[in-house]
């Protein structure tokens, strides 16, 4: 995680972030590439309170998977999903905030 203190005023590291997490809407959603290729998109993760890349590549690692992270959001190849928001729960976003689109 960066350092949080100078968004939230001084409060203490650890309750920053979860303010800064409970904040956070994010969606993941399928999308169909060429040749029938599925990828899994995340977004609304803000790339300045989390880094984004080190969350892509945990992801990777936990799913097996290759993927990417661009334009403000992680692309995982084949359809996650729904392991990708258990992931996330594990992790400390809060379940209400994450939203699987159809």
Not at 27 to 47: F, Q
Request: charged share 30%; proline share 5%; aromatic share 4%.
């Amino acid at each position: 995680m960066k350092d949080l203190s100078s968004l939230c005023g001084g409060l203490p590291p650890e309750l920053c972030e979860q303010l800064s997490m409970e904040q956070q809407v994010i969606k993941i959603k399928l999308e169909k590439r060429r040749y029938g290729r599925e990828v899994t998109i995340i977004e609304g993760i803000d790339p300045k309170q989390f880094n984004l890349k080190k969350l892509a590549s945990q992801l990777k690692s936990r799913l097996a998977t290759g993927g990417t992270y661009k334009n403000g959001r992680i692309e995982l190849q084949g359809d996650h999903r729904h392991r990708v928001k258990e992931i996330l729960e594990e992790m400390g976003f809060p379940p209400e905030n994450i939203i699987i689109v159809d």
